[in-house]
């Protein structure tokens, strides 16, 4: 079975990091580009991000690009988005998926408030 | 950016009546390589999102078959036949083909 696991969420000041995870776990990790994709609570679905099964490309929206990083590590199955400067609308909660959208974690909550 | 469209954004129906959510793509989703990444999914309150439809009609395993996607190019539409209270929720359809972009969401509810 197919399992996405986030963590690493949490309240965080504006302007400050925080670094995302994604476990994943009943599925060949190395073969698969992988997604962030965030819901502001109560909202809809914004995609943020995507990256290569081998890590060598990565994909951006607008508004995070220039502020989030993704990365993996295949030996560990798990997925990473480093969040620097955060702002008050980077507020959400934030989604692994697979390249198909076939399987999605559960997610992390960030919020960013002072 | 491809904006996708939903419509209605609200539906209340009756239990055991038809459903139908309409989407729409401000340019056409035939990918170069043939396919049209449209996909529908379905979020129940408190959960994360669900696959029901890919690539505009494969419906994905274990989905009802009440559930069927239809449509082409910048037209598409997700069908429910009878609708069951387990299928309360918001549904947003998601465009594939050039980078990946959400509707708004439908929200279906019963009446």
């Known amino acids: 079975e197919v399992q996405l696991v986030e963590s690493g969420g949490g309240l965080v000041q504006p302007g400050g990091s925080l670094r995302l995870s994604c476990a994943a776990s009943?599925?060949?990790?190395?073969?698969?580009?992988m997604h962030w994709v965030r819901q502001v609570p109560g909202k809809g679905l914004e995609w943020v991000s995507r990256?290569?099964?081998?890590?060598?490309?990565?994909m951006y929206a607008d508004s995070v690009k220039g502020r989030f990083t993704i990365s993996r590590d295949n030996a560990k199955n798990t997925l990473y988005l480093q969040m620097n400067s955060l702002r008050v609308e980077d507020t959400a909660v934030y989604y692994c998926?697979?390249?198909?959208?076939?399987?999605w974690g559960q997610g992390t909550l960030v919020t960013v408030s002072s | 950016d491809v904006v996708m469209t939903q419509s209605p954004l609200s539906l209340p129906v009756t239990l055991g009546q038809p459903a139908s959510i309409s989407c729409r793509s401000s340019?056409?989703?035939?990918?170069?390589?043939?396919?049209?990444?449209l996909s529908w999914f379905q979020q129940r309150p408190g959960q994360s999102p669900r696959r029901l439809i890919y690539?505009?009609?494969n419906r994905d395993s274990g989905v009802p078959d009440r559930f069927s996607g239809s449509g082409s190019d910048t037209d598409f539409t997700l069908k429910i036949s009878r609708v069951e209270a387990e299928d309360v929720g918001v549904y947003y359809c998601?465009?594939?083909?050039?980078?990946?972009?959400f509707g708004q969401g439908t929200k279906v509810e019963i009446k």
């Open positions: 998601m465009q594939g083909t050039n980078w990946w972009t």
């Open positions: 009943g599925l060949t990790f190395s073969n698969y580009w």
């Open positions: 690539k505009v009609s």
């Open positions: 998926a697979r390249d198909d959208y076939a399987y």
């Open positions: 990256i290569k099964y081998d890590g060598i490309v990565t």
């Open positions: 340019q056409g989703l035939v990918h170069s390589d043939g396919n049209t990444y």
